[in-house]
Each structure stands twice: as C-alpha cells, then as structure tokens.
C-alpha cells in the first residue's frame, strides 16, 4: 500500500515538472510498480524495462547522460582543487540519531571516536541507542 501511495506521488511530481516530454521517467515508474507488485524479476521482464535501455541509445538519452557526467565531472573537479589537509578527529557529536544517524554513532564508536548524540527528547535517544545497540551487537 505505501508503495502505490508513494509512487503516485512521484507520477504526480513528474507531470507536475512537465516531463510529459520524456517517456522515460513514466517508464521507469511502471517498472518500478511492477517490482513492487510482482517481484524484482517480473519488473526487469516488463515491456517498458526494454523501452528504458532504447531511451538511453536515443539523442536524448544520450544527451542526458553526457549531462549527468558533465555534471560529476564537475563536482570531482571542483573538490581536487580543495587544498585543505583531513585532520584527526578527536571527539564528534551527531544531530539525530534516525537510521543514518545511529550508523554514524555505530561507526565512530567502532573506530575509538568518542562520541555525542543529541536527540529532541528521552524517548527518541532510547530509540537511537537501541539501534546503536543492535548495530554494536
């Protein structure tokens, strides 16, 4: 059920960006159901996952994806030219402790790093420390 809720949402978002004009992010979004619906295979055997790998050998595919490299190449770039050195880290402290939050704290305390969660309230640092628990386990 929160599958069909979320990819609606995401049909919705993609005509609301006026991409009706490419085929491909409708595509992709009836292969992904499909996986949902019916197990991963029958989404990779779904007619539109053949029309997915043709988009990408049309100009516009192609373009799309020069621009997506474009893209990267110029975020690799923009970092290689940073001149600051890491430091060590003695202590670090992490806002949140939700899934990536706790992975965060779970890493640190295995790497010696001591460490601070802060959280909006006690149950939410229960919460945090049980899956910390769980991941040190």
């Not at 779904?46 to 994806?65: C, F, H, Q, W, Y």
């Not at 965060?104 to 919460?127: F, K, N, T």
Request: net charge positive.
């Amino acid at each position: 059920m929160r599958n069909r809720v979320l990819l609606a949402a995401r049909k919705k978002q993609t005509l609301e960006k006026n991409l009706r004009q490419l085929s491909g992010p409708m595509k992709v979004i009836d292969v992904v159901r499909t996986g949902y619906e019916h197990g991963f295979a029958a989404g990779l055997r779904r007619p539109s996952a053949k029309a997915i790998v043709e988009l990408s050998e049309t100009d516009a595919g192609r373009n799309l994806m020069r621009l997506f490299f474009l893209k990267q190449g110029a975020i690799k770039s923009a970092f290689a030219r940073v001149a600051a050195k890491p430091g060590d880290v003695n202590y670090a402290a992490v806002i949140g402790g939700g899934t990536m939050g706790a992975g965060i704290v779970h890493e640190l305390v295995r790497a010696g790093i001591p460490v601070r969660l802060v959280e909006v309230d006690a149950p939410a640092v229960s919460g945090a420390l049980g899956r910390i628990k769980r991941m040190l386990d």
